[in-house]
């Protein structure tokens, strides 16, 4: 059971008829800057920037709880509406792929229609599609709902980051806000977990869909009240940066999903798509290379810290993910847990990410972002370590609930750096930019990261399988494979933790305020 990371788009209604000309000198009536305003893009700041975290937060949560909370009702919805094995995977699928395909677009397009609009919605986009996905009586419409979930996400989250970039200077105030952030948006898959089997073992699989409507409602109509519209961006958009970066990412993520399940060779599903999307990408990049206001600014990439703060969203997302397929089928088939017991057991990570973060705020300013991820990564390391010594006589306590708590603190000691640094330099110009890169990048990792971890698996299970003692029962054998084949996925995730380790140490450091290197000023 795989979450898949997040990713966004956006054309805010009342700009559509805008977005094929020129967008020179479109400006809305309420973003006027005054001279101590000088950047185009930078959010009017007020006093009540506390009640506008908790909004973007809010809005961060059910959309990352999405990713999770359907794989818990799978079964109920396949039954219902009629499935087939191959359909309930597209129900995780499509909404993965829209969301990814689509973040690019949807932060920098929050750039030049303004983030407030772009968000709203986004969200009102995502709480309507899942009213539409409650109320579904056949396969293809239930599919159409997670769809335009996915389009609704892709316009939402990436404004998200933007916005708090936008209400927090640098310093102490901005890391608060990161840290509350990221351990919404970490914690969102385990949440959803745990949400989806009660919604789905109480109620009915239609809650997992119904529950986000009262969610969007209420933030969308709070929003306008206490977020202030900011100022837009002038110029021009990227249509052909779009168009090439939405196929790219949609193409990879598809080939990358299926290599775990399908085999590398599989020429259809898996080499094929990734080959075509590593060409689209190189067209992608050339595009960006020539574009006046590229919708991923290249420059991006100038400064070695926030380049590592993509390699931790990549490697960090994408090993946590692995670790949770293999212990959800653990849980659940040895251990013999049910799917809402399951999902309990899994929020000790979610616990001790929340937890970590508040130490993470107040120790980050301290010792810095490059030993704060270096024992981050670090915790990673020995948990994914200790789990890969689990043998078919370990129990919960015993084997998992200590790994489980270093996963949780790790990834708020590596991700909390890693969004700081992410927008740390980046004019207001370029925040949609900024966040839609780095939320790309934590979608790549998911199935990037996974399938890896799953093709180690594979070639471990069949290992194993010609190893297995005789006399057992097939559930016993069956057991027995999976744990023997789990132990080498937990090593690879451990040597991926590893990597982030040793990329820690080329953080530079820097102190509070000062601009770093390969600061991406406005285009």
């Known amino acids: 059971m795989c979450g898949r990371e997040a990713i966004e788009l956006a054309c805010p209604c009342h700009a559509h008829s805008r977005i094929s000309g020129s967008l020179e000198g479109y400006m809305s009536p309420d973003a006027i800057l005054t001279k101590s305003e000088a950047e185009p893009g930078a959010a009017p700041r ?34 219902d509406l009629g499935f087939s094995e191959t359909g309930m995977a597209w129900v995780v ?22 983030r407030r609009r772009i968000f709203m919605t986004g969200i009102a986009l995502f709480t309507v599609a899942s009213l539409l996905g409650g109320f579904a009586t056949a396969d293809w419409w239930f ?62 699989w239609r809650w997992v869909m119904f529950v986000n409507v009262p969610v969007g409602i209420l933030v969308f109509l709070l929003t306008p009240v206490f977020i202030a519209e900011q100022a837009r961006m002038r110029g021009r958009f990227d249509v ?31 080499v094929g798509p990734i080959i075509g999307g ?48 293999f212990l959800t089928m653990f849980v659940q088939g040895p251990l013999g847990f049910s799917p809402l017991i399951a999902g309990v057991s899994f929020l000790t990570t979610g616990f001790a990410l929340v937890f970590t973060s508040v130490a993470v705020t107040a120790v980050l300013p301290r010792i810095g972002e490059r030993w704060m991820t270096f024992l981050g990564a670090l915790a990673l390391v020995v948990g994914y370590l200790w789990l890969a010594d689990i043998s078919l006589d370990s129990g919960y306590w015993g084997a998992i ?95 991926v933790a ?18 770093p290197a390969g600061a991406v000023a406005a285009d």
């Open 240 to 270: 052909a940066g779009a168009v090439t970066s939405a196929l790219s990412v949609v193409l990879l993520v598809y080939g990358l999903s299926n290599a775990g399940h399908d085999g590398w060779s599989n020429w259809t599903t898996v």
């Open 278 to 325: 590593a060409v689209l990408f190189a067209v992608f990049i050339a595009v960006e290379s020539r574009a006046r206001q590229p919708i991923m600014p290249l420059r991006l990439f100038s400064d070695r810290n926030r380049v590592t703060a993509y390699l931790s969203a990549v490697l960090v997302t994408g090993s946590m993910i692995g670790m949770s397929f």
């Open 401 to 495: 609930f200590g790994p489980l708590v270093l996963v949780g603190a790790g990834m708020a000691a590596t991700l909390i750096p890693a969004t700081e640094m992410a927008g740390a330099g980046v004019t207001s110009h370029n925040y949609g930019a900024a966040s839609s890169t780095y939320n790309t990048m934590l979608q790549l990792g998911g199935p990037f990261v996974l399938a890896v971890l799953v093709t180690v698996y594979g070639t471990a299970s069949r290992t194993a399988t010609g190893n297995a003692p005789a006399g057992l029962t097939p559930e016993a054998r069956d057991h027995y494979v999976l744990t023997e084949s789990m132990s080498p996925g937990f090593v690879a995730a451990a040597i």
């Open 46 to 79: 007020g006093h009540r920037t506390g009640i506008a975290l908790a909004i973007i937060v809010s809005c961060q949560l059910i959309l990352t709880i999405d990713l999770m909370i359907v794989t818990v009702a799978l079964p109920s919805i396949g039954a």
């Open 143 to 204: 599919l159409g709902a997670r769809a335009l979930q996915g389009v609704g996400a892709a316009m939402a989250m990436p404004t998200t980051l933007a916005l708090i970039l936008s209400l927090f200077p640098e310093g102490a105030g901005r890391t608060k806000a990161i840290a509350t952030s990221a351990a919404a948006s970490s914690s969102g898959a385990v949440v959803g977990l745990l949400l989806g089997g009660v919604l789905a073992t109480g109620l009915s």
């Open 93 to 114: 699928n499509v909404y993965g792929l829209a969301l990814g395909g689509l973040m690019l677009l949807g932060g920098r397009m929050g750039d030049i229609f303004g």
């Open 498 to 515: 590893a990597v982030v380790a040793v990329t820690s140490l080329f953080i530079r450091s820097t102190r509070r305020g000062e601009q």
